[in-house]
């Protein structure tokens, strides 16, 4: 529980699926009545059971705080990861928080199924007895597929029942579950000659394409071939004709998890197991008038028209985004009525653009201490540390609404770079769809982002070490003579004041001696300090030899000062340094005037001969 509001986390995949997003608004509805709410940790495409090789966005799950969560929904069939699947049960049985399992059975889970034996069996039966099918075929996903082999079975048992010859090897071919394989499928049954008087396919993607090719032979369905499928998709209604099918219908789901979830927030939550029969959809691919009642009328301007604008402005903002110089101006990109209701939050290592951090190996997914990068609420954004638990700006406010939080990892080149914590104030369906839109596009764009600011970083570097001295961070020898060229150019004709110093370490020789090379690179590295330091910051200060620094001022200035204020940094350096070598330089300077016929051997032989008298006052001082 959060604010006195109960917290349902949802792990589920394809929200822009119409049958997934109208389960999430019928469950979210009734669970608004028990002042709860849903969080949905989200994942754009099924993970297809591949557990080696889990996608970036997975992480998203690594999110859910079971310190507030009241109960776990995991939709396994759709996320499709055992791995996934076992880690989420595992910190909620750590944390004593419920978990009702849809489409599978865990120890210690609520589990809800639906019965997809008896639904496939209400098919076939339909299909053997009431159209009177005598050469049925039955095409398959996988061979070796728990679902597709369970309905093998069920079709294979119905026949035996009405006394059919089953022949597997023309009787069964496999679609892989989707449209390519089952067209090609199709294709071989056509070309075979020894027509079926049905196909009864495992799922509606395959039955809508077998339909196809059929159609494309001109061999008539359902008059010399009954076609049906098995989920109940909204597609079938598209087909020509219809297909009949099996629906796993949302809102029969929503009642058996509802009530599973009433007995878990009074208290009253066991261990059970709650089967969900699926519904036949009579259509025209079996021959049967198409009764149902599903609507259809689709607002095509908004659901695909809309859509695609809005697409195409989305990428043209987050194409700005990626060639912005901050972090600042590439959230301001995000601005625009197109992205809304939405919260932007990533690690704040992403803001280091000193790591190249795409090859550079994570201890976890997300910090704890995080960063906002963007919100769209424009009046309160500001870029900053966020503590992950917070989870969203403003978020007591949006919890009033009583509509679901939704969650997705943002990643590029495998690596989780946050999360988006979307917040829409209704239901609408052209919201949902933009989901997978916007996470694959501002993972992408803020990905090449951060390689620019990467890029751009190593070329600063380069150009420092072009420019100046590792050691002491001088300009060196050949960038003060572009330098001070330029100089010369832009005067015009005109002469100028100038001052000039030159210092050179006393004692360096000494010191690398007794002290070692480390020591007198420190020494060299406190003289130069010592000499910027006393120089105005456009001075062009340069080291020109071993210890020999030079620096040269235009303008009015006064070399006394400016050799008192080298020689008193060096003092204080050595009252602090606690070394058991003292630092100090012979300085020598003089003033004169810079015009354009100026030469840098001219400066070097002036201020070398002021530094020398200078070293040799120091000796007479200390005979």
């Known amino acids: 529980m959060l604010n006195g509001q109960k917290i349902i986390t949802l792990c589920i995949s394809r929200l ?216 109940g998709i909204d597609e079938i209604y598209f087909s020509v004709p219809s297909i009949t099918s099996v629906q796993c219908c949302s809102s029969a789901l929503t009642e058996t998890i509802f009530s599973a979830l009433e007995n878990i927030l009074s208290g009253k939550a066991e261990i059970s197991r709650h089967y969900v029969r699926p519904e036949i959809i009579y259509n025209d691919s079996c021959g049967c008038r198409n009764t149902s009642k599903h609507n259809l009328k689709f607002n095509f301007n908004d659901r695909f028209y809309r859509y695609q604008i809005d697409t195409q402005i989305i990428h043209q903002l987050t194409e700005k985004m990626q060639s912005c110089l901050t972090f600042k101006q590439a959230a301001e990109c995000l601005f625009c009525e197109q992205i809304q209701d939405m919260s932007f939050i990533i690690n704040q290592w992403c803001t280091d653009n000193s790591v190249n951090h795409f090859a550079v190996q994570k201890d976890s997914a997300f910090e704890e201490e995080m960063f906002l990068f963007f919100t769209s609420e424009q009046e309160n954004f500001h870029q900053g540390v966020f503590h992950r638990r917070d989870i969203m700006p403003n978020l007591k406010e949006f919890q009033k609404t009583g509509y679901p939080l939704i969650f997705n990892a943002v990643s590029f080149l495998g690596v989780p770079l946050g999360y988006l914590c979307f917040h829409f104030p209704n239901y609408e369906l052209t919201n949902y769809c933009k989901i997978h839109e916007l996470v694959n596009t501002l993972g992408q764009s803020l990905g090449v982002f951060m390689n620019w600011q990467y890029q751009r970083y190593l070329m600063e570097q380069i150009e420092f070490t072009y420019k100046y001295d590792a050691l002491t961070g001088l300009l060196n020898r050949l960038c003060f003579s572009r330098e001070f060229g330029a100089w010369k150019q832009n005067l015009n004709g005109e002469t100028v004041p100038m001052a000039v110093i030159l210092s050179d370490l006393d004692g360096l020789k000494k010191i690398n001696d007794i002290f070692g090379h480390n020591a007198g690179d420190n020494a060299i590295h406190t003289v130069a300090q010592a000499l910027k330091n006393a120089c105005p910051p456009d001075a062009l200060c340069v080291r020109f030899g071993g210890d020999e620094m030079l620096a040269v001022i235009a303008g009015e200035y006064s070399v006394p000062e400016i050799i008192q204020k080298i020689h008193q940094y060096l003092e204080n350096y050595n009252q602090v340094s606690g070394l058991d070598y003292q630092v100090s330089a012979s300085i020598g300077g003089y003033t004169g005037f810079l015009s354009a016929n100026t030469e840098f051997e001219e400066i070097i032989q002036k201020a070398d001969k002021a530094m020398y008298s200078q070293k040799q006052n120091k000796k007479k001082s200390h005979q």
């Open 16 to 231: 822009y699926d119409n049958e997934h997003h109208r389960f999430v608004m019928q469950l979210n509805e009734k669970l608004r009545k028990m002042n709860a709410v849903l969080w949905i940790y989200h994942v754009n495409t099924d993970l297809y059971w591949n557990e080696k090789n889990l996608h970036a966005e997975a992480s998203v799950f690594d999110l859910i705080d079971f310190s507030i969560t009241d109960a776990v929904i995991l939709m396994d069939e759709k996320i499709k990861s055992r791995t996934v699947a076992e880690k989420v049960i595992s910190r909620a049985k750590q944390a004593e928080i419920p978990v009702i399992v849809v489409d599978n059975e865990y120890p210690d889970c609520i589990s809800v199924c639906f019965d997809y034996q008896s639904g496939f069996e209400s098919v076939v039966r339909h299909v053997l007895n009431f159209h009177h099918a005598r050469h049925p075929h039955f095409m398959g996903g996988f061979p070796g597929n728990p679902f597709s082999d369970q309905r093998l079975s069920i079709f294979r048992k119905l026949l035996e029942e009405y006394h059919i010859p089953f022949d597997e090897e023309t009787m069964v071919s496999y679609g892989m579950f989707w449209a390519q394989p089952a067209a090609e499928a199709a294709e071989k049954i056509v070309a075979s000659g020894n027509l079926p008087d049905a196909i009864i396919c495992a799922n509606d993607i395959m039955a809508i394409n077998v339909v196809s090719v059929l159609n494309s032979h001109g061999i008539s369905v359902p008059e010399q071939v009954i076609v049906t499928g098995f989920d």
